[in-house]
């Protein structure tokens, strides 16, 4: 495709009709810098949609005139930094072509009350307001199918977002993690106001927030109070510094795991926003739904793709219930069951061809324990109180730092009430029997007529469902979806996509 500047809505419009891909599109004010060049190179990396970025000082954002009259124009240069680094078109639309005078199909917007009266909203009135209504008449005018958006402006990704929830738009957002010089100061359009000795202060203040995040790794605390005073020692301008949830931007409770440290500054006459995140430990995914739903290869999937360690829960219950069966265990008595609980190791091992190997006091079970056998067992064996103590311990102890995706029947109920993300996953009976079928066919097993095999699946789900402990059920705050007519890719893509929404980039990468 030739590259394209277009400088008219009614160009934007003609030019539109005539794709025949979908739009990346990457809203800028203009005077590019790295930061802008990883959002455009990052969508030009995504897929095979046209790339096109938008260079519009918005009015609306702006404190004062002068603020708005100072902020640097660089659209030759940005020309050349947009084409050089991936973008297919450019929008250089000027005020009359986004807010006609008279116009009254224009809306002016309000952002979230909730999101924007913290951080940067409490001294700048109205400031989102402009970002939502310029945004909203982007969005209009373009129809993209995916938006980039950098972490640096964190709240204000956060309150585009929730725009986007509030007006339908099927437009997918797409985080960058914040991209900083060989300082570690970020990347931003206002860094060129700074002075000599106010690139100093913004430096001290990001290193500042970076031993912060270090103090939070080892103690997981921070004293506000003290950083405070740290600062203003060091002559710092503090506008704000709190410590936030970082979706809601609440005040962080003390069983938030994922925090939000974020401030602003005075340099001179400039004003300048940064921030970190805080982890308790790293995040985690908790995978729940009824036999044959699909769990076991969506969560492997799911662990590969965002490179995580995958706990098949499932696969300890089965391999207990193999020992078990093997060593002709009377797991009514208390007694004898104690005594070979206390004597299990299981553990999991990457085989020869990427795959997870299970181990049970050193015997590799990996393909006994999908037997009909002992799926016709494990639901009996999973509902003993004393096993189900005994490994929800062990995968307590497993997930202690976090960064897993667990599946199994409990694990957003029992074992993980306090994962970032909780999946229930699901299909009807007829769907999960057929796929069931095909499984056991694929391994070469014996033949099972498919009504047996769904009447099978109808008791584990009863006897599942209705046990005493930990029953099959889904946590308050778990994401059902149904997989009936998806395929396994769709799903995995839409779990990856939620989890991108739930979960920082930047946290992502650490």
């Not at 240069?77 to 680094?85: G, L, Q, T, V, W």
């Not at 402009?130 to 005018?141: D, E, N, Q, S």
Request: aromatic letters at 8%.
């Amino acid at each position: 495709m030739n590259q394209i500047i277009i400088r008219k809505t009614e160009e934007l419009k003609v030019w539109r009709r005539n794709l025949k891909s979908d739009i990346n599109f990457i809203p800028t004010m203009g005077n590019l810098h790295d930061g802008h060049q990883k959002l455009i190179s990052t969508a030009k990396s995504s897929n095979f949609n046209i790339n096109l970025l938008s260079i519009f000082v918005n009015p609306l954002q702006f404190d004062s005139k002068e603020d708005l009259k100072s902020y640097p124009k660089t659209v030759d240069k940005d020309i050349e930094i947009a084409f050089s680094n991936g973008a297919d078109a450019i929008f250089i639309p000027n005020i009359i072509d986004i807010y006609p005078k008279n116009n009254k199909s224009i809306s002016y917007l309000k952002a979230s009350k909730e999101l924007s009266s913290a951080l940067c909203g409490v001294k700048r009135v109205g400031h989102f307001d402009g970002v939502c209504t310029v945004i909203y008449r982007l969005l209009k005018l373009i129809q993209p199918k995916n938006l980039f958006l950098g972490e640096k402006d964190w709240q204000q990704l956060l309150i585009i977002k929730d725009l986007i929830e509030e007006k339908k738009f099927n437009i997918k957002i797409i985080p960058v993690p914040t991209q900083r010089d060989s300082d570690g100061v970020p990347f931003s359009s206002r860094n060129k106001h700074l002075s000599k000795n106010e690139r100093k202060t913004l430096k001290l203040f990001s290193n500042e927030l970076k031993n912060a995040k270090i103090i939070f790794k080892k103690d997981k605390k921070i004293d506000l109070k003290q950083l405070t005073n740290k600062l203003k020692s060091k002559n710092i301008s503090i506008e704000y510094l709190e410590h936030l949830h970082p979706y809601s931007l609440k005040k962080v409770q003390a069983n938030d795991n994922i925090s939000f440290l974020a401030g602003a500054i005075k340099c001179g006459k400039t004003r300048l926003i940064d921030h970190v995140f805080l982890m308790k430990r790293k995040p985690i995914i908790a995978i729940d739904g009824p036999a044959g739903s699909g769990k076991s290869t969506i969560t492997k999937l799911i662990a590969k793709e965002l490179n995580l360690l995958y706990l098949d829960t499932g696969a300890m219950y089965r391999a207990i219930s193999w020992l078990f069966k093997k060593e002709k265990i009377d797991y009514a008595k208390e007694s004898e069951l104690k005594k070979i609980l206390n004597n299990i190791s299981i553990i999991f091992k990457s085989n020869s061809i990427s795959q997870q190997d299970v181990f049970i006091n050193n015997f590799c079970v990996t393909e006994e324990i999908r037997s009909q056998e002992i799926s016709s067992i494990v639901s009996k064996i999973s509902s003993i109180k004393k096993v189900r103590e005994f490994l929800v311990n062990e995968q307590r102890k497993i997930g202690q730092s976090g960064g897993l995706v667990a599946e199994g029947r409990d694990i957003g109920t029992t074992v993980f009430p306090d994962a970032e993300l909780k999946i229930f996953l699901t299909a009807s009976i007829d769907e999960r029997a057929k796929r069931r079928k095909s499984e056991l066919e694929l391994r070469g097993s014996e033949e099972i007529d498919f009504n047996q095999l769904r009447e099978l699946i109808r008791k584990r789900d009863f006897e599942d469902s209705t046990r005493k402990i930990s029953p099959l059920k889904k946590a308050n705050d778990a994401i059902e979806l149904l997989t009936d007519g998806y395929s396994i890719n769709e799903v995995v893509e839409k779990i990856v996509n939620i989890f991108n929404l739930k979960i920082p980039k930047e946290i992502q990468l650490e």
